[in-house]
T-cell receptor, first 113, second 113 residues
Framework: GENVEQHPSTLSVQEGDSAVIKCTYS??????FPWYKQELGKRPQLIID?????GEKKDQRIAVTLNKTAKHFSLHITETQPEDSAVYFC????????????FGTGTRLQVTL | DAGVTQSPTHLIKTRGQQVTLRCSPK?????VSWYQQALGQGPQFIFQ???????QRGNFPDRFSGHQFPNYSSELNVNALLLGDSALYLC????????????FGSGTQLSVL
């Protein structure tokens, strides 16, 4: 089955700096890669996603890049703010597998003032 | 527009007992997936229900079972509880079983003593 590895497990940045979280996946048939943000005690929320026919996608301060050859995708957050502090999860799935997402182990991002 | 709702929010059980968790999908959604999130880990896929049938299942034993009702709501049942079943159980809904965009509920925190 699919295996998703995520690094780093913790990340501390100063407000205004950029943050990068990296994930690798094992199943070459995976073609959908979402990122979820989970604040303490709250539900995971989808923040951005990308499909395998696209190499990069941006939404304001958030961007995701995908390298299908290397089976690697990354989340980039620019101009970080204290409210960006949360746990971020990457995930992967195959289209047609009925939303069976395989998640990474999470990255705890701390944005300090 | 109501989001995904789960009940109860917290539950304490003892080993060997049985538990039922409930989920109502986001308005307009017809598919429900269940995930188990252990402390400090990413969510793990348990199974998914669409048209009142289990469509996909993750690597969980038969002690985990579910049901979907005609109004699309769903239940997760766990029999013969083990200490290792202690986790946050997340319900996610989507529109159609081939849609990857999941909307999560806030979860049920299950503690097995």
């Amino acid at each position: 089955g699919e295996n998703v590895e995520q690094h780093p497990s913790t990340l501390s940045v100063q407000e205004g700096d950029s943050a990068v979280i990296k994930c690798t996946y094992s199943d070459s048939a995976s073609n959908y890669f979402p990122w979820y943000k989970q604040e303490l005690g709250k539900r995971p929320q989808l923040i951005i996603d990308i499909r395998s026919n696209v190499g990069e996608k941006k939404d304001q301060r958030i961007a995701v890049t995908l390298n299908k050859t290397a089976k690697h995708f990354s989340l980039h957050i620019t101009e970080t703010q204290p409210e960006d502090s949360a746990v971020y999860f990457c995930a992967a799935s195959r289209t047609g597998t009925a939303s069976k997402l395989t998640f990474g182990t999470g990255t705890r991002l701390q944005v300090t003032l | 527009d109501a989001g995904v709702t789960q009940s109860p929010t917290h539950l304490i059980k003892t080993r060997g007992q049985q538990v039922t968790l409930r989920c109502s999908p986001k308005s307009g959604h017809d598919t429900v997936s269940w995930y188990q999130q252990a402390l400090g880990q990413g969510p793990q896929f348990i199974f998914q229900y669409y048209e009142e049938e289990e469509r996909q299942r993750g690597n969980f034993p038969d002690r985990f079972s579910g049901h979907q009702f005609p109004n699309y709501s769903s239940e997760l049942n766990v029999n013969a509880l083990l200490l290792g079943d202690s986790a946050l159980y997340l319900c996610a809904s989507s529109l159609a079983h081939l849609s990857e965009k999941l909307f999560f509920g806030s979860g049920t925190q299950l503690s097995v003593l």
